[in-house]
């Protein structure tokens, strides 16, 4: 009895021994997935949770600097909140093309709908033909983003039923902002069907006949004086082969903005503290090591127009979309050490944020960095597949990049500091 009870404690330690090695190897693995980096944010949707998805918006509706996600996939826009939990689905007869968000008093505008006469934010989304969806007209819907309930602005049936451009924006001076639309009239020509409070707006800002291949719209006081100016922007000329152009156009004045290639994207905002009117000069496919994206500015001096090189982007052979985010001084300046000649300069203490901007080419996501003299530098920060458009979500002094995927949405945090060979 005794040699079986010894037995029987040994064979009762070696248990607690291996049972102790168990619980320390547990408590190891847990040290070590808590010290280790998450993909993605807290606070912005889980990709198990957002699956496939074919374009992706970020937006703040409550301003706060928390942002929501706005997934789009075939005929069907989702937003995720803060919290990664799912608010509202809605649909609608095409797949989404494009979101703005901002302020509009539905009442006001030259539609048909009948809606109280309040000023709230909007959800604006076109809706169109696209992959499953080849026969849908084109609809302008605006979105309740608290509850997700949509009301039809427009619709109009086409060949090409797809919007090019949304943009909320005062263009008539009557303090009241206007919806304007361009889209598609037929398989090359772009028309606009703006909404317009008031239905008073000067002709210019109407094309006045469809244009091929408009592919770039953008209205923008750009002498902060209440002058709307309308920048029309091609990748193809008139003729096969040709290539783009851009036009400015303001009262009764046009300006033709000399190209090198064909335009991609126009940007106006600020970077830094600076605003700047940039756009993409752009070769229209991948030439091989011909092809080179190129970043430009817009300067006025002297009243006249003038267009400066600021940046080139090998590897790569346009910039698709311009992706501008609020950042802390306190990184900006830290940026500003790392990559340029520009030295920063003390900041009032109530100014915590200023501006930066993210460049989405063909083949990577950039970060634009200005300088003094010489070119820009442009931050290769990440290698990116073919796709329709990206999110870029800050979270404090990090940032992630939200890519579009069938099956499951990519969330990746970004390094700054870490760039992709030049």
Known sequence: MRLLTKDMSREENTKMIDLRYVILLILLVNILNAQTPTQAPTQNPATVQMSSSERVWR??????????LLIANQNQLSLF???????WTTQNQGVVHLLTF?????????????????????????????????????????????TGVSYQLMQIAGERAQAIHLQIID??????????ISHFKDKYFVTTSHLISGHKITPPYFLQQPLRMATSFLY?????????????????????GEFG?????????????????????????????????????????????????????????????????????????????????EISVKLWHQLLRTYSDIIPTSTAQDQQYTHALFLQGSHFLSLCIPKNHGNWEIIKLKALEPVLNIAVLPQGDDFYVVVPKQGSTVVEKLNLFQRLNP
């Open 245 to 325: 152009d851009l036009v400015l156009r303001q009262a009764q004045s046009e300006i033709q903005v000399p190209l090198e290639k064909g335009l991609k994207g126009i940007f106006y905002g600020k970077i830094g503290d600076d605003k700047q009117l940039l756009f993409s000069d752009a070769w229209v496919a991948n030439y091989g090591k011909k092809a080179k994206a190129s970043l430009k500015r817009i300067l006025f001096q002297n009243q006249r127009l003038q267009v400066e090189r600021l940046a080139e982007s090998q590897g790569e052979y346009t910039f698709f979309d311009f992706h501008p985010v």
């Open 59 to 68: 937006i703040d509706i409550n301003k706060d600097r928390h942002f929501e």
């Open 102 to 146: 901002g302020t509009l008093n539905l009442s006001k505008l030259n539609t048909s709908l009948k809606y109280d006469d309040i000023e709230q934010d909007w959800i604006i989304s076109a809706w169109g033909v696209g992959r499953g969806f080849l026969e849908a007209p084109l609809t302008i819907t605006a979105i309740d983003p608290k």
């Open 81 to 87: 909140d803060e919290h990664q939990k799912l608010k």
């Open 171 to 180: 263009i008539n001076a009557d303090a009241i902002n206007d919806l304007l």
């Open 220 to 240: 923008a006081d750009l002498g902060d004086d209440q002058q709307i100016t309308e920048l029309v922007g091609r990748v193809y000329g008139e003729e096969k």
